[in-house]
Nanobody, 127 residues
Framework: QVQLVESGGGLVQAGESLRLSCAAS????????MGWFRQAPGKEREFVAA????????NYADSVKDRFTISRDNAKDTVYLQMNSLKPEDTAVYYC????????????????????WGQGTQVTVSS
């Protein structure tokens, strides 16, 4: 059974940075694309970033482009989300997820394409 565990969330002021981590276990991490999504209270789940299984391709939501960076360490079965220049509108619960198809990377911003999810980590940005 695949498990994903996020960490690194917290309360920061606008303009500061956070680094989220997502440790995977129970599966062949290096063969699957990974994604980050977020959900704010009263809002729908929103795509943030995704990376292909090899790390050769990355994609970002327009709202976080040039501020957030997704990366992965396949030796550690971990995916990261470096978040810089945080804004109050970035406040949300952040989830990592594993793409649901072996060595495939398409429609990465569609949460329905992901089969395993972490429990989420809260990020709160004060103004």
């Amino acid at each position: 059974q695949v498990q994903l565990v996020e960490s690194g969330g917290g309360l920061v002021q606008a303009g500061e940075s956070l680094r989220l981590s997502c440790a995977a276990s129970g599966g062949t991490f290096s063969n699957y694309a990974m994604g980050w999504f977020r959900q704010a209270p009263g809002k729908e789940r929103e795509f943030v970033a995704a990376m292909s299984w090899s790390g050769g391709a990355t994609n970002y939501a327009d709202s976080v482009k040039d501020r957030f960076t997704i990366s992965r360490d396949n030796a550690k079965d971990t995916v990261y989300l470096q978040m810089n220049s945080l804004k109050p509108e970035d406040t949300a619960v952040y989830y990592c997820a594993r793409y649901g198809r072996y060595r495939y990377y398409s429609d990465y911003d569609n949460w329905k394409k992901y089969d395993y999810w972490g429990q989420g980590t809260q990020v709160t940005v004060s103004s």
